[in-house]
């Protein structure tokens, strides 16, 4: 069985939210919390002992330098973390993180189970169909709800394809390609001009 995991990379390098590749985004910081420097952290990895107390992490803001911070304290809120980074002392210098994407280098990522891909995987990746060709480039993998979707980029066109089983023939993640043989109809149907 193939599918998508979640663990670590839920947005990646090639996402607009990061830009190196062996960077990949495991949280983004919402705002300050509190008055002494704390901040409201959307968690975009399950990876045991990521967020605890002494881990570093890159803090990739929207302008400005990227910085290594590590973490003091931290707790859960609500499903999402109040983290206290070194050197982040106030409520005015936690707000001027807001936005600012939370990073590990690739290296860092666990390797996913046989079968199944981190997002940042099969972004790039070309996909290439039995009876049509060549389809596009995976620009973005969406969840959802039900299981995962491919966004693909192509002459011009967003063609969305469903990323299951009974679709897939092969995910080379090396070479960057996946070939799929996709039932009559569903190219038509599933492809937008942009």
């Not at 999402?80 to 990522?109: I, N, P, Y």
């Amino acid at each position: 069985m193939s599918g998508v995991t979640w663990t670590d990379g839920a947005m990646s390098s090639k996402s607009p939210n990061a830009t190196s590749h062996d960077a990949i985004a495991v949280g983004r910081i919402l705002r300050g919390h509190g008055i002494r420097g704390e901040v409201k952290v959307e968690i975009w990895s399950d990876v045991e002992g990521r967020f605890d107390r002494g881990a570093e992490l890159q803090l990739r803001p929207s302008a400005g330098p990227v910085e290594t911070r590590r973490i003091l304290k931290v707790r859960a809120d609500r499903g999402t973390l109040l983290v206290k980074f070194e050197g982040v002392d106030g409520r005015d210098h936690a707000d001027g993180l807001r936005g600012a994407v939370l990073e590990v280098s690739e290296e860092q990522v666990p390797e996913a189970p046989d079968g199944f891909y981190y997002h940042f995987q099969l972004e790039g990746c070309l996909v290439t169909d039995a009876a049509s060709g060549e389809l596009g480039t995976v620009v973005e993998v969406i969840e959802d709800g039900g299981g995962h979707i491919l966004r693909l980029a192509s002459r011009g066109a967003t063609l969305l394809i469903p990323f299951v089983d009974a679709f897939l023939r092969r995910v080379d993640i090396a070479s960057q390609e996946i070939d799929v043989e996709l039932p009559d109809g569903l190219i038509e149907s599933c492809t937008s001009q942009r």
